[in-house]
């Protein structure tokens, strides 16, 4: 399955790429494929294992804020594998091209 989630913090100003910074590391370090975007992280694997890690970060944000929100949306498909890149690829297919896709300079 894949998940996209976004963790927000409430009541801690307006910049919060610090925040999302730690959650991330946490995302990483789990060995989890997933995908950063500017507004959610997308993650792939199995129920127990994504949702542990939200709960987890989760719990994280909660120690750095004063109020927390999250939201999850679940692409469920029991016994498919490579959903990040999949996706991508097969619409790239019926398009017969690569899609464009943003490109960040490193600053």
Known sequence: ????????????????SKYVAKVIDLVDKSGLPYLLTPMGTIVEGE????????KRCH???????????????IDDRPGRKGLLEYKTKSVEEKLGRPIRRAKLEAQ
């Open 1 to 16: 399955m894949i998940v996209e989630f976004t963790i927000s913090p409430i009541g801690v100003g307006e910049s919060l």
């Open 47 to 54: 129920w127990d294992e994504v949702m542990d890690l939200i």
């Open 59 to 73: 719990h994280l944000m909660l120690e750095m804020a004063p109020r927390v929100t999250t939201r999850i949306y």
